[in-house]
């Protein structure tokens, strides 16, 4: 009877899923949306995995593109899919169905890990004042750009978010083999994450079961991957080569750079480096530390969009904790700076985007969530950097 018992939540998570991804499938919007932006490759990649055909090749891609009548706008001229091969084998489940039925399944599991992911933050993270900091991250989360861009592109930014959100939510409670499982599947997206990746390994004193844990998933889809395709490093370097080449409006450390002088961008994010390393040296708790570590990953990641800016949800996160026993003289403007840092000036930037066809701009917004993150926590400055759950949110919450 208690087995029945708990596995009674599951079946009911289990049919909302079913049949909310019913219901949109039936509508059709998700379908119309994505089949011309960003969810189309990446299930087209999924069913390439199955059916054995070579995603990499731009001629074979382009093929399967006008097979499946999309217009292609998430296609580059030249180009094959334009990610690893680990995010293809992460998206074989939704190959195997037609495209109307995986986009809606992709909509509604994009929704419902971001908002679970929160939601488990949100429970180990707000403990002074949980319901009033949950509406706080809620709105800012469901007001953001990148998030609305994220549903209507069908990017796995969504994805990505619940991820580091359960993460984190793992790290918190002192779960560092299950965090550790749960980072591997940011193999979907790595190089958002290849700051924040090493920058956790090295801060955390569980270092060695988080790294098991991230063997477990994200070694697994990468031996799966070799198995599919032995040579596909190769061929998928070509493609983000040509990816690179024609890219110009990426928003990172050297999007902000003029062409002739790419140097200003390593200039940029030398300085944003060594303001967090000074940070680090304050020893805040390990979570906090990942938190900024994100925002720092995300501008100085390789290529980036701000799309991709969602996850910064988690650092937001930790900001509303951090001040959620501060006197509101203090507390509002703080959140009034959030929400005008992640919020509104995403937004506008978004909008000039579409104007100049560009938005290297938006680089400043991780920076901005960063540096509300370290003037809103400057540091424990305890003997201890372990992360015990309460004893960790105590000191947030100061």
């Known amino acids: 009877m208690k087995r029945a018992g708990s596995l009674r939540p599951l079946a009911v998570v289990v049919l909302a899923w ?76 939704f190959g195997l169905f037609p495209l109307s039925v995986a986009a809606a399944l992709w909509a509604v599991t994009v929704i419902a890990l971001a908002a679970t992911g929160l939601w488990a933050l949100s429970r180990v993270l707000f403990r002074t004042f949980g319901r009033r900091d949950l509406v706080a991250l809620a709105g800012l989360t469901a007001a953001s750009q990148p998030i609305w861009v994220t549903l ?39 190089h958002l994450f290849l700051w924040a990746i090493p920058v956790l390994l090295i801060a955390s004193p569980s270092r060695a079961r988080l790294l098991r844990g991230m063997l477990l998933s994200g070694g697994s889809i990468l031996i799966a991957s ?7 490093p190769a061929a998928w370097l070509r493609t983000a080569g ?28 030398t300085l944003v480096v060594a303001a967090f390393a000074l940070w680090w040296r304050a020893r805040p708790p390990v979570h906090v530390i990942w938190a900024g570590a994100v925002a720092l990953s995300l501008f100085g990641a390789p290529y980036s969009w701000s799309y991709d800016q969602g996850i910064l949800a988690v650092p937001a996160a930790v900001i509303i904790a951090a001040v959620a026993a501060r006197p509101p003289a203090l507390r509002v403007p703080v959140l009034a700076a959030l929400a005008a840092g992640w919020v509104v000036l995403p937004w506008l930037l978004y909008l000039d985007a579409h104007r100049t066809g560009a938005e290297p701009a938006a680089a400043v917004v991780p920076v901005a969530v960063l540096t509300l ?10 003997s201890s950097r372990r992360e015990d759950g309460s004893a960790s949110l105590l000191r947030a919450g100061r």
């Open 152 to 190: 209507f592109t069908g990017q796995p930014g969504g994805i990505l978010l619940g991820i580091v959100a359960h993460a984190t939510a793992l790290l918190i409670v002192g779960r560092h083999l299950a965090a550790g499982v749960v980072l591997g599947l940011l193999i979907l997206k790595p």
């Open 226 to 232: 070799f198995l599919v395709r032995p040579d596909w």
């Open 242 to 269: 040509r990816l690179q080449g024609l890219n110009v409006s990426r928003a990172n450390a050297w999007g902000l750079a003029p062409d002739e002088a790419r140097w200003l961008g390593w200039a940029v994010l």
């Open 373 to 382: 993150l370290i003037g809103a926590y400057p540091g424990a400055r305890s």
């Open 18 to 93: 079913v049949g909310a991804s019913a219901v949109l499938a039936a509508g059709g919007w998700a379908t119309r949306n994505y089949r011309d932006f960003d969810f189309f490759p990446m299930w087209l990649a999924g069913r390439g995995v199955l059916q054995g055909t070579d995603i990499y090749d731009p001629t074979v891609w382009l093929g399967l593109f006008l097979q499946e009548g999309s217009e292609g706008y998430a296609l580059l001229p030249g180009t094959g899919f334009g990610y690893a091969m680990p995010a293809a084998i992460l998206m074989v489940p």
